[in-house]
């Protein structure tokens, strides 16, 4: 019960950070600006960024679960190989949301998929560091306690 108000919290302010990660990104890409016309509908682009933030999705949550793993849910070798996915994956998504940010002539509604692409690069950079720690962790596990001699 004294968790719930502290998640309940923690929701929000997760939110807030991560949009303000994402226009970060724009604003430093320089392609925060909206267009003067919208372009509706799926471009090859959007859709290049669309699979980059899915890939990335797949690398937060691998990478969650690798961090988060008990000895039941995961044998010790699949816990090696689910955190190696989520690194891959995360170094992908993060490759692609940005070369989508490079090659954007435009801002938000242009079809350029520059959205995406930064949250691509956000949610990449978040499944790096998640694959990375539970990488550490892992290492530091199977190497065993150490011995005061």
Not at 42 to 64: I, M, P
Not at 93 to 119: E, F, K, Q, Y
């Amino acid at each position: 019960m004294r968790r719930t108000f502290p998640r309940i919290l923690a929701a929000p302010v997760a939110a807030a950070l991560f949009g303000g990660l994402v226009y970060a990104v724009l604003v430093a890409t320089h392609v925060s600006e909206p267009a003067a016309t919208t372009v509706y509908g799926l471009t090859t682009q959007r859709l290049w960024a669309s699979t980059a933030v899915v890939v990335a999705l797949v690398g937060v949550v691998l990478g969650g679960l690798a961090v988060a793993r008990s000895a039941n849910r995961f044998g010790a070798a699949s816990g090696r190989l689910v955190t190696f996915v989520a690194l891959v994956a995360g170094f992908i998504s993060l490759v692609n949301g940005g070369l989508v940010l490079a090659i954007a002539d435009g801002g938000p509604g242009t079809g350029n998929g520059v959205v995406g692409g930064a949250v691509a690069l956000v949610l990449g950079l978040i499944a790096t560091a998640l694959g990375g720690l539970a990488l550490a962790r892992s290492r530091r596990i199977a190497s065993g306690p150490r011995r005061l001699t």
